[in-house]
């Protein structure tokens, strides 16, 4: 199992459509295997495989891991589809691994059902609600190219893609020094 490095805002390869996976090898799940130790590493709650390079609709999360038990407990997810949502919304402040220290408030359907294939291949369904449902749709996004910030008004996403380019070129620069 191996940290990958997770590529950020504004790289093109972000916006891709990911592919559907064919069916779940050993070579899948050795990427699930690690995208999960990329995503503690980072650390966040929730990858997607285009993420670290890899644009196929696959996707790992783990909402429970920092809380103050800090049990894991990692949730995979290889075709998802929403079949369900609500028309409710709520609205959870965001954040992505591919936007560093960035955050802002999305709106998003309260409730989802999504179909998917778990870990070892096996058709699944789960009924997600608040944070999980936030989350699995923040994730769904990315592989269909779409980031948090792609919500946002264009000035809203405008100065946060400015602050990245700036931060980005920070630190080839100390890369250089070091
Ligand atoms: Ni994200």
Request: glycine content about 4%; hydrophobic content about 40%.
């Amino acid at each position: 199992m191996t940290v990958k490095k997770i590529l950020t805002a504004p790289d093109p390869f972000l916006k891709q459509i990911s592919k559907p996976v064919d069916e779940v090898t050993k070579e899948i799940q050795d990427l699930m295997d690690d995208m999960l130790d990329t995503m503690y590493d980072a650390p966040g709650i929730g990858l997607a495989a285009v993420q670290i390079g890899v644009p196929l609709r696959v996707i790992v999360m783990d909402i429970s891991w920092r809380n103050e038990e800090g049990i894991k407990e990692p949730l995979y997810f290889v075709n998802p589809e929403i079949t369900v949502k609500t028309k409710n919304l709520s609205t959870y402040e965001e954040g992505c691994l591919s936007v560093p220290d960035q955050y802002a408030e999305i709106d998003r359907p309260e409730e989802c059902e999504i179909n998917f294939l778990d870990y070892n291949g096996k058709k699944s369904t789960l009924n997600a609600k608040g944070l999980l449902a936030t989350c699995i749709q923040h994730e769904m996004d990315h592989l269909e190219g779409i980031l948090f910030i792609d919500h946002l008004s264009n000035m809203k996403r405008n100065m946060i893609v400015k602050k990245l380019i700036k931060t980005k070129k920070q630190s080839k620069k100390e890369r250089i020094v070091a």
